[in-house]
Each structure stands twice: as C-alpha cells, then as structure tokens.
C-alpha cells in the first residue's frame, strides 16, 4: 500500500491550493490519502513562543488520536505532505513513531528543524513573514533537503500576481511530483 497524509498549518488547511493539488498528485501516483485535521489553537500565535508551542503540541496530540489506527507496517510507500506547523507536526510525528516517510515540507517554520530527519524537499518564499528565509537556507543545506524558494512569495507561497501565483504553483507542484516520483524509482532499487 502506497499512503499519503496531509498535514495542515494553523489556517491553512487541506482545501488550499498547495495541499489540495499535492493531494491530486499523490493519488495520481497511486496514493491513498489521509487529512490530519486540527483545531482550537490559541489566537495571535505569530511571534508569540508559548502559543506556537501549545498550537504544535495540540496539533501532534490531534494527529495522534487522527492516526491512532493506521497500520504503517502495511505501507511499500509512505509520503507526509505538510505545510507550516504541520512541518513540525509531521516531522515529530514520524520520529515518534519511528517513521521515514517522504516528507514534502510547504513553508517550514524554524521549530521543525529539531525534528525534521530522512528524505524529503521543502519550499519557502522570500517574504515569508513566519521564517527568515535565511533560517529556512540554513538548516535544509544542513539536513540536505532540497530547498525551492519561491521569490517575492509568503507563508502562502503567493506573491499577490495572480497569474505569477498560477505559474508558481505550476512548479512547485512540478518539483513536488518529480522528486516524489525519483524518490519512489530509488525506494524501489
């Protein structure tokens, strides 16, 4: 069995354009999927530590009850698809569990790097008001996690450009199905 889950941010859920499309390629490739879904996050959790650690420990003691019976010894393929702090749920989820899936990181906030190990690529933008880019940089070249950077683009990877929106998340969906597919030819070796 080949699996997917969709791992959401704060307010930036399943039916967003990066999750929903990835959601498309992975059955494309053969995927059944899973939403994780979380809620009842404290308000104001930007720049705030104590609510950014509350909203993940909420959210991966959420994915944890969501995941409870999943089977994970039965997957051949396992992807995580994750976006903001979803990037840390999913990362701390899968070293909890003893997991290495294929991790497809939309926006990565700072805390996920503690967490954050195996194969997987990520994608920020250069005005992301949630990350320094450079912090993003940093710890992919660190962990070698391919990173795309979507120029002039926020925690939504959108930039305001309607159609440089379009045409960015064309190739973020393009990079996202291409290292996903090699990853599954070299899995297979």
Request: charged fraction near 20%; include cysteine; proline fraction near 5%.
């Amino acid at each position: 069995m080949k699996l997917a889950i969709f791992f959401p941010g704060i307010g930036y859920h399943t039916d967003k354009p990066l999750l929903y499309y990835s959601r498309k390629l992975a059955r494309l490739a053969g995927y059944d999927t899973i939403d994780v879904s979380y809620g009842g996050f404290p308000s104001d959790v930007k720049g705030n530590p104590e609510k950014m650690t509350a909203a993940f420990q909420s959210a991966l003691s959420q994915t944890q009850e969501c995941l409870k019976d999943v089977d994970f010894s039965s997957c051949e393929q396992l992807l995580f698809v994750s976006k903001s702090v979803g990037t840390a749920v999913a990362s701390a989820f899968a070293t909890e569990k003893g997991l290495h899936p294929f991790q497809i990181f939309y926006t990565p906030v700072e805390a996920s790097f503690r967490f954050i190990q195996g194969d997987g690529i990520a994608f920020t933008g250069t005005h992301d008001p949630w990350v320094d880019t450079a912090i993003v940089e940093l710890n992919c070249s660190r962990l070698n996690i391919p990173l795309t950077i979507i120029p002039d683009a926020n925690h939504s990877l959108e930039t305001g450009d309607v159609q440089q929106d379009l045409t960015n998340l064309k190739q973020i969906m393009a990079v996202s199905y291409t290292h996903l597919r090699a990853h599954e030819t070299l899995a297979n070796l």
